[in-house]
């Protein structure tokens, strides 16, 4: 199982970016996934998760409004679109998953919001 996240970088503040998750070695759309984020100093957090078909999908109360996750099963992909950044939203951010009793991670992709 692999997950291998891209699309972090430098924003200003009030900017947007897309967050990439390409997922391989196991049956995408069987899955639930869901991205963390993790900045310096504090525990991680869940952001957002989204069900297997991506009918269903939660925020944490502190990016609802500004980010939008989606899944694409054909491509084995799983996004997270951030708009309205703000500098509280700086850390890393990672891709999850349950697979066969087993709990996967990428290995992060840095966002910084900073002027």
């Known amino acids: 199982v692999q997950l291998v996240e891209s699309g972090g970088g430098l924003v200003q503040p009030g900017g947007s970016l897309r967050l990439s998750c390409a997922a391989s070695?196991?049956?995408?759309?069987?899955?639930?996934l869901r991205w963390y984020r993790q900045a310096p100093g504090k525990e991680r957090q869940l952001v957002a998760s989204?069900?297997?078909?991506?009918?269903?999908?939660t925020y944490a109360d502190s990016v609802k409004g500004r980010f939008t996750i989606s899944r694409d099963n054909a491509k084995n992909t799983v996004y997270l679109q951030m708009n309205s950044l703000k500098p509280e939203d700086t850390a890393v951010y990672y891709c999850?998953?349950?697979?066969?009793?087993?709990?996967?991670w990428g290995q992060g992709t840095q966002v910084t919001v900073s002027s």
């Open positions: 999850n998953t349950w697979f066969n009793k087993n709990m996967y």
């Open positions: 070695g196991f049956t995408f759309n069987s899955v639930a």
């Open positions: 989204i069900s297997t078909t991506g009918y269903t999908t």
